[in-house]
């Protein structure tokens, strides 16, 4: 009984125990990569006390005798929405009590911060352990034996000071400062001799990983370091002699099994030292530069074979927390989010990442370029020495994730121009000397990983490579100018080549990767929240014509604060792109596909009725597959919809076409029949193998263009009058907050509550004996009144990076918000000649691939307006009391009214989606 009731007490507290480590947010281990097991998870609510003053330090508050008025939500930075308080000052306290498990007695104990921003002080017991300074990077103190006392409470006061320093690595937190402790804070036991680093580089070319321990002191005594490695039968047993620190040996691997992005296969390993026990895990991969098969261009290759790069600017932030992510499953799912449509890799955007994120990418398999971030001064003294300290830091603790490919040290040149004189004025220079010191830096972080790619500098406007691995360059362009922008630039990048180099440097056999694109930054000003589907579509297209180019880099995963370009908003609900609209089931994972059949970069097209159009073709094959076959299966459809926005179907064939793997070529074009009738055609290519899977979908569409006919006979022999009215020839508006017209009236907006009136000149051989009836049609959307649109100076801040510009995803001259989830609708009644024909809901003001001819009939002037927006099909009958009147009086007055603050929007024939005006139908007898 006495032992049941020990076994009790001992599952209780177990019990008490888990719970007081899940009841605090992110409690999970923070390093799966570098796990001990006696580890205590310090998250959670820790009183806080801001410092604006600087008296802390003069007034001892580190002895932790003074309680803390506010109260804090570590991890998450203060000034997040998370972190429960509001960024008052750049110095700001910690303290709580914390109790060091009995069972931790003779064992050594450190406090372990993930990273925190930025100068960092710790006290425990009132004694101070030490200073830490850098934002991004993991950092300890040990509590000194003298002063623990096992079971007991003790204070731990930290102070962190964030006043900006131009040399400190500072990245795009203009975003969301990461202002103090923003990753997991813990406390760990560890024996006497332990651990420090324990990297594995993989060789599959043989077999075999080399593995490299080391440890902070000299070792005290002959240490056996044993690791079980799962999956390989014998454990492995080396020495590290006394007196040292380092000690590197292989490991042969037998029948391995390779992390790729298919199959993520991770190699776990428990290493044990003495008393040190770890957990940890690496993955059989080997990155490399390899030619694209059949040709002499150079690309990315994991594990021997070239990889098209795929790949989303991450800028990896949380609208509540900044830099922290709530939970851990919500990082798990931002590897899921660009898996699921295809992407194969995320660039951590001038930010070293939380540990856990990269672990879900090494788990899930998808690929990672790892930034160092930037400063923000001038390339002096200290801000090199800055970067020279943390470069290290970070291949250090991020070594083991497979997931990483490369390291990108410099991005667009920030903080490596030097103000210098000429002509009596102050410019920026990219000098010759910092061009040498970013070459010098390339070759410190090859000589600490060489087994990954080094990109000394993503360029961009104007400056260029030093030494490299690989070729990369920033283009944001409008969609229209992709095809000869690339053609000359595949034209100028050769081996031996100067372009995009600086001088003294060239180009060498390195992959080309445009590392950075979207027409976020495409058009005048930037585009600001607009449907990137269209442009996206357009570049996509042509990158799949230009092999030269190994892969592309999107911005970005997701919105942020001043870019709304992203994949999914910034809290990481859907957009809507509307690609399934022109081929059912088509997604983003359709342009993201190995095999790829692209008709270039125009997408849309104004041709004539029946024209013989010419189809050009290009099959793009990223893959190796050798079980499809020497043919693929083209199936064409030109579907569409008419001048009534009738969906409709004019042809279907099929089309053979060659396969080989790595394929890259011309093939023959298609020669497709338009339509006799107006209309918007939509010509669907789906390839599939030729067992009937689908391989990819894609699609082109033309703008049949065709005066309407005043009168039409129905295939039925119904014999109709068409009365139009172009959007902008209303007799009367008025609206609460605004009415404004677009393009010279292609589309007329009324936001607000309020009412369009058109009056519409009843033909006078319609009368009352050969009218059988009459129906209206028309395109109209809900309409919203954006920050653009609405009356005053708009002033935009240019210091985007730093946190200026505008905080409202609308307020951008060129923006439309993309159709997400947040709907906007409207009701909008009808009447003619003041009789009531009902009341219609309008479910949003959506701007998406849809918006057709929003899109097509935009100035080519880098300059958007209200591009892909677009509205619903709508139709209403003509009462019969109306149509009589109309009779009568020769007019029929169309009122479209609005009651709530919805607004309206009406289309013409030349914006949105269908192509027509707004039409009412008579029916003649």
Known sequence: MLRFSIYLCLLLFGLQTLTAQTNIPLPEHPRPDWERANWLNLNGDWEFRFDKEDAGLKQGWGKGTQKFPLTIHVPFPWGAPLSGVKDEADIAWYQRTISIPKDWKGQRVFVVIGASDYKTTVWFGGKELGSFEGGYVPFEFELPLTSLKAGANQKLVIRVDDKRREYALYGKQGYGNARGIWQTIYLEARANDYLETLHFTPDIDKGKVQVTATLPQPASQDLALKLNIAGVSAPVSQTIGKGQTQLSFEVSIPDFRLWTLENPHLYEVEATLGGDKIKSYFGMRKISVVNLPGTNFPYVALNNQPIYLQIALDQSYHPEGFYTFPTDEFMKNEIKLAKDIGLNGIRTHIKIDVPRKLYWADKMGLLIMSDLPNFW????????????????????????????FSWILFN??????????????KVDRYLPETQQWVASMYRKA??????????????????????????SWHEYLPGYGWEDYLKNLTTKTFEGSTFNFE??????????????FGNVWGYDGSSGDVDWTWDYHRSVNTFRKYPLVAGWLYTEHHDVIN???????????????????????????????????TTGQDISHSVRPTEVVQVPLTIS?????????????????????????????????????????????????????????????????????????????????????????????????????????APNKFSDAKWSMKQWDVLDGLKVNGAGSGYFEYKIKWPTDLKADNVSGASFIMEASAKQLF????????????????????????????????????????????????????????????????????????PQNRKLREAGSYGYRLEVNVPNEAIQKA????????????????????????FGMYPFDPTVIVKVK
């Not at 667009?412 to 004025?425: H, M, S």
């Not at 440097?505 to 590392?515: D, E, H």
């Open 787 to 858: 920050g653009k649109d609405k009356s005053g100076d708009v002033k935009i801040a240019d210091n985007y990076m730093l946190g200026g510009g505008t905080f409202d995803n609308s307020l951008n001259p060129n923006s439309y918000p993309m159709t997400d989830e947040t709907k906007f609708p409207s009701d909008v009644a009808i009447s003619f000649n003041g009789i009531a024909a009902g009341k219609l809901n309008l479910p949003d003001d959506p701007a998406d691939h849809r918006g057709v001819l929003s899109w097509h009939y935009q």
């Open 887 to 910: 009779i009568q009086t020769g007019e029929l007055v169309l009122r479209l009214a609005v009651e709530g603050n919805g607004g309206l929007a009406i289309y013409g024939e030349k």
């Open 563 to 597: 870019e709304w370009n992203g994949y999914f908003k910034f809290d990481r609900t859907q957009k809507f792109t509307g690609l399934d609209a022109f081929v059912p089931g088509m997604s983003l994972k359709d342009l993201h596909a190995d095999i790829y059949v």
């Open 503 to 516: 001088n003294g440097y060239k180009v060498g056999r390195q992959p080309n990767i445009n590392s950075e």
């Open 412 to 425: 667009e040149t920030w903080g490596l121009k030097t103000k210098v004189e000429e002509n009596g004025k």
């Open 377 to 404: 001064g001038q390339p002096n003294a200290e801000a090199r020495a800055e970067s020279e300290r943390v470069l290290p830091q970070l291949i250090k603790r991020d070594f083991n994730h497979p997931a990483i």
């Open 621 to 725: 094959a990223m893959t190796g597959r050798t079980d499809l076959g020497k043919e693929l299966t083209l199936k064409v459809e030109l579907n569409g919809w008419d001048a009534f926005g009738q969906a409709k179907k004019w042809q279907s064939f099929t089309k053979k076409i060659p396969y080989s793997p790595w394929i890259q070529q011309a093939i023959a074009p298609l020669y497709v029949v338009m339509p006799s009738e107006k209309s918007v055609a939509v010509l669907a290519l789906t390839l599939q193998d030729a067992n009937g899977n689908i391989l990819s979908r894609n699609f082109n569409m033309y703008i049949i263009e065709k005066p309407q006919a005043a009168e039409i006979v129905t295939a039925s022999g119904e014999k109709q009058r068409l009365l139009t009215i």
């Open 446 to 471: 090859k000589a600490l990983d060489p087994s990954r790619l080094i990109e000394d500098n993503s360029i961009c406007c104007g400056a260029g490579h030093t030494e490299t691995d690989i070729n």
